[in-house]
């Protein structure tokens, strides 16, 4: 785990003494090779997890995450090249230290073994993030956009902090792989449904459930493509590995408190979806399509069965890949119109006929067509929660539906038909985005090959 | 010479050279047709200068659209009020539907649980129960060997 653990570390003073001309290769190169070495905690061994240490550790359901968070950080890096080539040298050197700060707390948080460490990781994610949205954003909006962000996650988890030290004081330890030998069921008391609550509110609000989601799509509009990119990919995955952690405490009380919950996620799932289908924003419109994908994510683990986390798990990875994809590029559009009204820049197949491949291929992704890892988190989560309850099956398909419906929106309007004539002189696709694109697609699709890898 | 009665149809718009409501308008009437065109020709004539300025790098911006777009995402808060209308709305679609969808799956779990709680406690299909957990632990295993988390529990056996 150190080895992965220092040289992010070591690539802030890398990037602060790199002569200005390699600043963004030093960085890129390097955070590609040490996501290069994560990939050999993908060879999992059987029945147990990997352990390294008393601190850290990584069983099928992190590793997949470890390994989406430091690809995460070289594309990230080479998505933010443009919108900061007018900066200072030092702004370049303050972002990218940001961006690996954030890298090495969520390479810490999802391999930490005691529930603490993890949530005062998980806290501390939330200051890069911050310092990403409200000092590099684009529009006025980025301040209050923050502010939403980081209190509602702060409200949320606060109470996480006293139910886990409540835990500490009953169980003796918070040490995962302890505590997953010696947690009793809790009956279902007053004081048991308040720790329930406790411990799934800072999970909720992060995912983020549909009640609760208002900071997801102000914090993803305002924040710059790097910020967008490493909220959709993994800040939301940490709110559902959280909560695949710490429902093992809680049993099985879930049974009853889960219902409210599913309520939210099941008919939110809809009411997002549907809210995509009248944007005019195109990151609000990806920020909406998160949080619906993310519902399904929470009715999956709220239902505790081996296909619905497998599900979970596929769709997290699957979601994370295809979401950054899509920032990305809205992301290339935003560079060039400078503004993220999707009728602005129509008929793109015109003038960028690659980049429409590109498109072409995340919005399919998207959608969850067969073979990808979406379609098959989607089944699992699908088929899991019909077994709970018949009835679900409507709002599931009305989603799958709607999600359809809202992705080829956004692709017919963007892509196909008449272009705008203001926009013959565009800048041609640059490789960087090509190669930015490419880099995403193909763990997607390699992935669908070998999905035994995510499906935990 | 009066004028044939001509008819618009779906392809072919009726020109207001031909529409007999062109030629008895008022001179208010005369005087704000005037009016639109110079703003419309001003406007045309800003874009057009735009559009062809060689040294004119990016793309040219629409001042109204930039309100729509403002006005559509995010100034919407400030604007609303509680209306009936509003609530009725908000309550049909975003308060009811949990509570209508929480009856429902709540029925049919409880029938789910008696009709399986039935089947696992009475003597009567117990014989029938010594095939299924067979099979059932069967198949259980097979999918355990590639189910690494095998400490997640839930109550009731199904998969």
């Given at each position: ?10 690539l ?11 600043i ?8 590609l090779?040490?996501?290069?070495i994560?990939?050999s905690y ?35 890096l ?38 603490i460490?993890?949530?005062?990781l998980?806290e501390?994610?939330?200051i ?9 954003g684009n ?35 918070l040490?995962f ?13 007053w ?26 799509p ?12 490493v909220?959709?990919?993994?800040l939301?995955k ?14 099985p009380?879930?049974?009853?408190m ?8 099941l008919?939110?799932m ?11 924003d ?5 920020a909406y ?16 069965t081996p296909?619905s986390?497998m599900?979970?798990?596929a ?8 979401s950054?994809?899509?920032f ?46 979406n379609?098959?988190g989607?089944l ?11 009835m679900?099956?409507?709002l ?8 359809a419906?809202?992705t ?5 309007t ?6 705008t004539h203001?926009?013959k ?5 640059f ?18 090959l ?7 | ?42 406007l ?11 040294s ?20 919407i808060?400030?604007?609303?009020r ?24 709540k ?19 117990r ?17 355990s ?15």
């Amino acid at each position: 785990m150190l080895k992965i653990i220092i040289p992010t570390a070591m690539l802030m003073p890398m990037t602060w003494m790199s002569k200005p001309n390699m600043i963004w290769i030093n960085s890129t190169i390097y955070s590609l090779l040490i996501s290069l070495i994560s990939l050999s905690y993908l060879n999992q061994l059987g029945d147990n997890s990997l352990n390294f240490s008393l601190l850290f550790f990584s069983d099928p359901l992190s590793a997949p995450l470890l390994v989406l968070t430091t690809w995460l950080l070289p594309l990230m890096l080479m998505a933010s090249q443009s919108h900061l080539s007018k900066e200072t040298l030092t702004r370049k050197k303050l972002y990218i230290t940001m961006l690996t700060t954030l890298q090495l707390l969520l390479i810490m948080t999802f391999t930490a073994t005691e529930l603490i460490m993890f949530y005062i990781l998980f806290e501390a994610t939330l200051i890069p993030t911050l310092i990403i949205i409200t000092r590099w954003g684009n529009q006025t909006e980025r301040l209050n956009a923050g502010l939403y962000f980081l209190f509602y996650t702060l409200m949320g988890s606060l109470p996480l902090l006293v139910a886990l030290l409540y835990i500490q004081n009953t169980t003796g330890t918070l040490n995962f792989l302890i505590i997953q030998y010696w947690a009793k069921p809790i009956s279902t008391t007053w004081s048991n449904i308040f720790l329930w609550l406790a411990c799934m509110m800072a999970f909720m609000v992060k995912m983020p459930l549909y009640g609760l989601h208002l900071w997801l799509p102000k914090a993803h509009v305002e924040a710059p493509i790097a910020g967008s990119m490493v909220l959709a990919a993994v800040l939301l995955k940490l709110g559902g590995y959280g909560m695949m952690r710490i429902t093992i405490l809680l049993n099985p009380t879930t049974n009853q408190m889960a219902y409210p919950f599913m309520m939210l996620s099941l008919w939110g799932m809809v009411m997002t979806s549907s809210i995509c289908l009248r944007q005019t924003d195109l990151k609000s419109l990806i920020a909406y399509s998160s949080v619906s994908h993310m519902a399904l994510v929470i009715v999956a683990v709220l239902i505790q069965t081996p296909w619905s986390y497998m599900g979970a798990t596929a769709l997290m990875i699957a979601h994370g890949l295809t979401s950054s994809m899509l920032f990305c590029l809205a992301n290339s559009n935003y560079e060039r119109v400078h503004s993220r009204t999707m009728i602005l820049a129509r008929g793109l197949q015109t003038i960028l006929p690659l980049m429409a491949a590109w498109w072409l291929l995340a919005s399919l992704a998207n959608l969850a067509l067969p073979p990808t890892i979406n379609l098959i988190g989607e089944l699992f989560v699908v088929m899991a929660s019909f077994s709970w309850s018949n009835m679900t099956i409507i709002l599931m398909g009305t989603n799958i539906i709607i999600t359809a419906l809202y992705t080829l929106y956004m692709l017919i309007t963007t892509q196909r038909g008449k272009h705008t004539h203001h926009i013959k002189n565009i800048n041609p696709s640059f490789t960087r985005e090509n190669a930015l694109m490419t880099l995403h697609l193909l763990p997607l699709l390699l992935l669908s090959l070998n999905p035994k890898t995510v499906l935990g | 010479m009066s004028f044939p009665k001509y008819q618009p149809s779906r392809l072919a718009t009726l020109p207001s050279t031909l529409d007999p409501a062109e030629y008895d308008v008022s001179p208010e009437a005369r005087k704000a047709q005037a009016e639109r065109l110079a703003i419309r020709s001003r406007l045309k004539r800003e874009y057009l200068l735009q559009y062809n300025d060689p040294s004119r790098r990016g793309l040219i911006e629409d001042p109204a659209l930039i309100r729509w777009t403002y006005a559509r995402s995010a100034n919407i808060y400030p604007n609303f009020r509680p209306t009936p209308k509003t609530s009725l709305l908000g309550a049909l679609f975003g308060i009811g539907p949990l509570f209508f969808w929480y009856y429902v799956f709540k029925t049919d779990r409880n029938r789910k649980i008696f009709k399986l709680e039935r089947i696992t406690t009475s003597t009567q299909y117990r014989r029938i129960f010594y095939v299924i957990p067979g099979i059932t632990s069967w198949v259980c295993l097979h999918a355990s060997c590639e189910w690494k988390l095998s400490t997640q529990q839930s109550s009731l056996p199904y998969y």
